[in-house]
């Protein structure tokens, strides 16, 4: 009998949802509207698990008999205890335990995860850091999540805010105010919100109705040399950030991920060189590397939280 398992990420207006085999490999993903309704949602997500069990199982191909052996389950709020998220802004839940709601409509154990370090896992076991068990993760999208992984597990700490690698205070624009409510965030200089606010004070950023991270970047590597002192700052703090964390977990790989990382190279490359300019010698010698799952990796991480663990 073969193990299966699912990975579940649920986002402010979707969950996806995927079958995962022990192997690694996808074997099934739907994506579906999350409902408002706490209750609601965890129905549906156990309706979508069963089916999902039954049109595989009914497969011509499929000759093997598969066992589930989980679910989990990845959401955007600290989570205690792989179990308990403590506050889902983007869902209005507070205090819920999510691996009792799920597994008792489900039928399988539940393990949660916040869910930029279930992406982290999920890039260590199958993605970019594949073969690492220390590994450190920046997702630079509209603002810096990210997730860390020390000897094959997620760091969460003991109250679910570790890996919180964006709201680490860099010496960029002090007098900006992050979303968490602190001042001189990395996220409110290196994310694409923050490289959209520093363009516009320059022309021609500040003339246009509407900007992109990748405008700024186009610009940047057209020459234009207001667009090419933002990015190198965005990649300075990020460079900075990294050496920071290095010194404290000495990941053997740092991944970017996130929109922004589809700049590729002129996102990664200065990163680097920063980083490598004031790096601690014997933590120095990491790999950088872009993040490869794109929107699976939360799915890849929920089966891992089973699999690797």
């Known amino acids: 009998m073969k193990q299966v398992c699912f990975g579940v990420d649920i986002g402010g207006t979707t969950v996806k949802l995927g079958l995962v085999s022990r192997e690694g490999e996808l074997l099934d993903k739907r994506e579906f509207p999350t409902f408002r309704d706490l209750g609601a949602t965890f129905d549906d997500i156990a309706a979508h698990m069963r089916q999902v069990m039954e049109d595989f199982q009914s497969m011509d191909s499929v000759s093997d008999e598969y066992q589930c052996v989980g679910a989990g389950v990845g959401v955007p709020g600290p989570v205690v205890g792989q179990s308990r998220v403590v506050h889902c802004a983007n869902l209005g839940w507070r205090n819920v335990d999510i691996a009792q709601e799920l597994s ?49 597990r997620i760091v969460a700490g003991a109250t679910g805010g570790g890996g919180e690698v964006g709201h680490m205070t860099v010496p960029f624009h002090p007098d900006w105010q992050c979303g968490c409510g602190r001042k001189g965030c990395l996220e409110v200089t290196a994310s694409a919100s923050g490289i959209i606010r520093a363009a516009r004070q320059f022309s021609p950023f500040k003339e246009m109705e509407k900007v992109t991270a990748k405008d700024v970047y186009d610009a940047a590597a057209a020459g234009d040399k207001n667009a090419q002192a933002v990015v190198a700052e965005a990649a300075a703090a990020l460079g900075m950030a990294a050496v920071t964390v290095s010194c404290i977990v000495n990941p053997e790989v740092i991944l970017l991920g996130g929109g922004v990382s589809a700049a590729g190279s002129a996102l990664l490359d200065p990163v680097e060189a920063a980083f490598k300019t004031c790096s601690f010698a014997p933590c120095a010698d990491v790999r950088f590397a ?14 891992a939280l089973f699999f690797t663990e």
């Open 290 to 303: 872009l993040a490869q799952l794109g929107n699976n990796a939360g799915i890849y991480g929920g089966a």
């Open 104 to 152: 008792s409509r489900a039928g399988v154990p539940v393990r949660v995860a916040n869910d930029a370090n279930l992406a982290a896992l999920g890039e260590a076991w199958q993605g970019g850091g594949k073969g690492c068990r220390n590994l450190v993760m920046f997702t630079v999208g509209t603002g810096v999540g990210g997730g860390i992984i020390c000897d094959g």
